[in-house]
Structure formats: C-alpha cells, structure tokens
C-alpha cells in the first residue's frame, strides 16, 4: 500500500513577486506550507539576490512545469560599470576595476550586437553540473572551474535608463538558458570596461506578468489571516495558465476516460486536421491530459489525476 501524501491535493500556479534574499527553493516551501498542499516546484530560480516573478506549481500542476522553464523570460537589470567580481554580481569580492565609463550611445550600439543567437560562457557561480558536481560548489571550494560556452538567443535588448555614470538600467527578453550576469560580464567587456550585476528583477517568465504576481509578504498575511482564501482564483491560477500556446481540444466524457487510462484516442472528421504535436485535452472545461498528436491519435503523454 501506498503511503499518503500528508497536506490537501491542491493543484494549481502560484506567481510570487519574490523579494530579495531568501533562495527560491525557500519560497516553494513557504508557499506550500501556507497552502498544505501536497506537492510544490518552481519554474526557474532566481539567485537570492535577484528578485521578480517565481512561478510556483502546486499538485498537479508540477506537470506542465517543463512548459514554463522553456517559455520566454524578461529580465530588468542593473550593471554596474568598472568593477568585475567573481559572481559577476554584487555578492561577490571584486577581482577587476577599470577606470572606462561608457556613455548611452556606446551603451546602446553594444547592446544591438547581442540581439539574437548569442554564444555566452556561464558564471562559475551557477548551478551547472562539472563532473557530477555543482559549478559554484566547486568555485566555493577554490577549485578551477571550466564552463562550456553555450548559445542562447536574445529577443530584444534595451537601454532604459542611465542611472549615473557608474550604473545603467536594462532591460531583455530572452530565451531559457541565458544568463544576465554573463550578459552585463560580457557586455561590459565590450564596451572597454568591466561590470557586474548590482540589481535583477525577473518582470515575466511566459504567461506570468507583474500583474498576476503577488508579494510573499501579502500572501503570508492572506495565509495567516484568511487561509481559505489562498485557493481562490486570484492567488491560485489554474492548471492550464501555463499552457496558454498549446492547441486545447475538447473531449466526450468517454474519450476523456480513455486517456485517463492511459489509452489513445482515435479522432475523426474535423478535428484531426488542425492538430498537430503537443495537445491539451480537455473535458467540460478542465484538463485531462497532455497528448502528443501522432497519426490520427491523442497518446497520453502526462495524465491530470484531478478530483
């Protein structure tokens, strides 16, 4: 016999507006405890100095999690220019200065060449597996660490705002896998100078914006205050948020029961022509399960075990 989950079978997104500081593995476990829900992951993590959109998945919305970490993500950032560290961001100690202050033209002109397919070299400090192990656990340890370039695409980069002469506010789109602190290393060396990262905020990540965020000190209040009221559709997004791109169909109450199973789903007439790969099954609304579209057939690739 199985043994049961403790906490209530709650499914769904949660889209923190995460303060600086705390991990983002921290922030899962304090809104899984605000919720007693039985299952919780995030969708991409954030440094603890970083700040911005976490989106956290509940129960059974732990399954479109790989949706979410391959969706777009914006960035808002500040670098600071003249001083490298070995973080590349503002909790490491300094390793270079330079004396160079780019001005907004430089600024702007340096930024246009790294729109598009970019190749970028990852911090040390990341969480990218050498050998079986972390990358910045061996950085911690003074080991020497060698990291792959890898390409990432950027779909758009701006200049804000200059702060000062010393700090410049940007902001990006960019793909999964990008690293800002590499972005600011990178550009700053392009610019003649060194930078680092001094501010990040993620400002979206896919269908999460800003304004479907709410702050963790909000929504511990609302948890120690009202608690039925972290399950209702302002605080718990459905299932189906994060797969706003992919085609939804729905399904009798007889096909429906058939992938739950586990068992294809022959389609006829219309419906079969305008699909194709990854399809969302719905019945009366909710979903059933993700399908892959393969030689007119729905195979179940994750089934939604909901009440």
């Known amino acids: 016999m199985s043994r049961r989950r403790k906490g209530n079978p709650v499914s769904g997104w949660v ?16 809104v899984r405890r605000l919720l007693n829900a039985q299952k919780a992951g995030h969708a991409g993590t954030l440094d603890p100095l970083a700040n911005g959109i976490l989106a956290i998945a509940l129960g059974e919305a732990t399954k479109t999690i790989p949706f979410i970490m391959d969706a777009e993500k914006t960035y808002r950032f500040t670098v600071r220019w003249g001083v490298a560290t070995t973080t590349d961001d503002a909790e490491g100690e300094t390793c270079q200065t330079s004396d160079v202050r780019p001005q907004k033209p430089e600024i702007e002109a340096a930024l246009a060449t790294f729109v598009g397919d ?18 910045y656990d061996l950085a911690r340890a003074g080991e020497e660490v060698v990291l792959k370039a890898r390409t990432v695409h ?10 000062d002469n010393d700090h410049a506010k940007i902001e990006i789109r960019c793909s999964k896998g990008t690293y ?19 501010e990040l905020r993620r400002t979206a990540i896919g269908p999460f914006v800003e304004s479907l965020s709410i702050p963790l000190d909000k929504l511990k209040e609302l948890g120690h205050s009202a608690p039925a009221r972290l399950t209702s559709v302002d605080i718990l997004r459905p299932i189906e948020t994060a797969l706003d791109d992919i085609p939804a ?26 699909l ?20 007119g057939e729905l195979k179940p690739v994750r089934v939604f075990n909901l009440p």
């Open 276 to 295: 194709s790969g990854t399809v969302l099954a719905t019945h009366r609304g909710n979903p059933v399960a993700l399908t892959e579209y393969v030689g």
């Open 15 to 30: 889209i923190v507006d995460k303060p600086e500081g705390p991990t983002s593995t921290q922030i899962v476990g304090i």
């Open 180 to 198: 800002v602190r590499s972005l600011a290393r990178d550009l700053a060396q392009k610019l003649g100078t060194c930078g680092h990262v001094s």
């Open 249 to 274: 169909l729905a399904l009798t109450g007889n096909d429906a029961s058939r992938l739950q199973r586990g068992q294809s789903v022959l389609l006829r007439g219309r419906d079969a022509p305008i």
């Open 118 to 135: 970019i190749s970028q070299v990852p911090p040390i400090f990341s969480a990218i597996k050498v050998n079986g192990e972390r990358a």
């Open 154 to 163: 950027i779909f758009k980069a701006e200049l804000v705002k200059v702060l």
